[in-house]
């Protein structure tokens, strides 16, 4: 699948490694995070995306209604209803929504297989990492693997145009800072508001 670039937004305080360590813990309670296919997917992103289909379908009519079998067949899996043709249909979508959910507690992905911990997490996906800020295990205070490091300020000043920026701003060119960033590389930035210091964006690379 490649590597994914992504950015994580979390409050400030003094120390950025513990800002860091709390990111990462809020990122795995919520699931956000892959398992092996690649990019982001939120833990519920497979049951949100049928419920949103079942909102679709009731706006189509009799179409619609064919559309709705499919989903509560998926939803329940229970295929015994549909034709063959439409079975067919069921279980691949059932597998597409599987895939899109990164196996993070979706469609068809038992939720007792959920890693307890991150260090858990991290052995499974080995070298396909998470592409999130999971795959990032500490700061430093120059460039190594696995490690987010402070955003030179001449670089600050290059990508955002001030030295300090605020959370629009970071959000509309971030991807930019990611770029040059290498796999299992990142970088965090403070986001100032009304002068003051206000939230660490940590931006990065990883995943394969």
């Known amino acids: 699948m490649g590597a994914s670039s992504w ?6 305080q003094k120390d950025p490694e513990a800002a ?25 992103f497979g049951e949100s995306q049928l419920d949103r289909l079942l909102s679709v379908a009731d706006t189509l009519g009799p179409m619609g209604q064919s559309i709705r079998r499919l989903v509560n067949a998926v939803k329940t899996g229970d295929f015994s209803g549909l034709s063959p043709e439409e079975r067919t249909q069921a279980e691949q979508m059932k597998e597409s929504m599987g895939m899109l959910a990164g196996l993070t507690g979706g469609v068809g992905v038992d939720p007792d297989e959920k890693p307890e911990t991150i260090e858990e997490l991290l052995e499974l996906v080995a070298e396909d990492g998470t592409h999130s800020i999971l795959d990032i295990e500490r700061t430093a205070v120059r460039k190594e693997f696995g490690a987010a490091v402070p955003l030179p300020a001449g670089d600050v000043k290059r990508f955002f145009g001030t ?11 971030w991807d930019a800072v990611a770029e040059p960033l290498e796999r299992w ?10 002068g003051e210091p206000q939230e660490y964006a940590f931006i990065g690379c990883s995943g394969d």
């Open 20 to 44: 860091l360590q709390e990111l990462r813990q809020r990122v795995f309670e919520a699931g956000e995070y892959s398992m092996g296919f690649g990019g982001f997917a939120p833990q519920n």
């Open 185 to 194: 590389e990142a970088c965090y930035v403070t986001i100032w508001k009304d």
């Open 7 to 12: 950015r994580h937004y979390t409050p400030y």
């Open 163 to 173: 030295d300090r920026p605020d959370h629009a701003t970071v959000e509309s060119k």
